[in-house]
Nanobody, 124 residues
Framework: FQLQASGGGMVQPGGSLRLSCAAD????????VGWFRQTPGKEREGVSV????????YYEDSVKGRFTISRDNAKNTVYLQMNSLNPADTAVYYC??????????????????GGKGTLVTVSS
């Protein structure tokens, strides 16, 4: 089972992108799904996570008020709407899913499925 992240690209500061995470071979319904990002030399960080019920989403502090996570179970897809992008958001973005994801400090555990990422570049 794999997840496919898409929607990345190059955008100017202040611009917007919407990332999509689609599941291949299984239903995302019942799974928490998260978006993570990584830049060279840095650890992967959790950006936003939505639980199976779609309520009380988690956002990393630097993206609060700018990013919105949502899910469409009918399309078996989770989205990340990213607004007011800035160069610090430049990274490869990955999505992952788990039945019972939990956060300890700033680290997420329990993600069982993932896949290749999509590159987001914010530059003028």
């Amino acid at each position: 089972f794999q997840l496919q992240a898409s929607g990345g690209g190059m955008v100017q500061p202040g611009g917007s992108l919407r990332l999509s995470c689609a599941a291949d071979g299984f239903s995302l319904e019942g799974y928490g799904v998260g978006w993570f990002r990584q830049t060279p030399g840095k650890e992967r960080e959790g950006v936003s996570v939505i639980n199976s019920g779609g309520d009380s989403p988690y956002y990393e502090d630097s993206v609060k008020g700018r990013f919105t996570i949502s899910r469409d179970n009918a399309k078996n897809t989770v989205y990340l709407q990213m607004n007011s992008l800035n160069p610090a958001d430049t990274a490869v973005y990955y999505c992952a899913a788990g039945a019972h994801p939990t956060i300890v400090g700033s680290t997420w555990y329990g993600m069982e499925y993932g896949g290749k990422g999509t590159l987001v570049t914010v530059s003028s």
